[in-house]
């Protein structure tokens, strides 16, 4: 089995005036939300072997609070996280089969349609995961990224 760790950026601030969707950061709550989202991750032992991150200010700032609390691990931008489709992110997925344990930091409705795409085998309109929540999918370590070929393994929200 390869374990599928999906993170939803923390709460962000709204964005200024004249700001870019992409440079918002995080706010006071998200920022402990980051934090708490790491603790969770260090107590059930699930410390990804490589995380990908959108390179958004919000999700690179969940990234580093997480880090914090799990210490480094291998971490690479990845621009086809932000506002990706949940099959966009399965392809990504898809491309690190050898990762036995994968971290992709991200944002919904991409990440939540994926969980329900891997889980349930369908997309649809799925809402179920607020910020800084995370979904663990167990893999079948022997096959490509399927609709319906994943097992929710886990589930946390601050």
């Not at 923390?10 to 004249?18: L, Q």
């Not at 998200?30 to 989202?37: F, I, P, Y």
């Not at 994968?102 to 939540?112: A, D």
Request: negative net charge.
């Amino acid at each position: 089995m390869r374990e599928l760790i999906l993170l939803r950026h923390a709460h962000a601030e709204p964005p200024a005036t004249g700001q870019s969707d992409l440079d918002r950061p995080l706010s006071a709550e998200g920022n402990a939300e980051a934090e708490a989202a790491g603790r969770w991750l260090q107590e059930q032992r699930l410390v990804p072997d490589l995380a990908l991150c959108s390179p958004s200010r919000r999700t690179r700032e969940t990234l580093e609070s997480v880090l914090g609390q799990v210490g480094y691990v291998d971490q690479r931008l990845e621009d086809d996280i932000y506002e990706a489709s949940p099959g966009a992110l399965a392809a990504l997925v898809d491309r690190h089969q050898e990762v036995e344990r994968l971290l992709v930091v991200g944002h919904n409705p991409g990440l939540e349609r994926l969980v329900a795409l891997l889980h349930s085998g369908q997309s649809g309109d799925y809402r179920g995961m607020p910020p800084a929540a995370i979904a663990v999918l167990a893999l079948s370590g022997d096959g490509g990224i399927e609709p319906g070929a994943a097992t929710l393994s886990a589930f946390w929200w601050p």
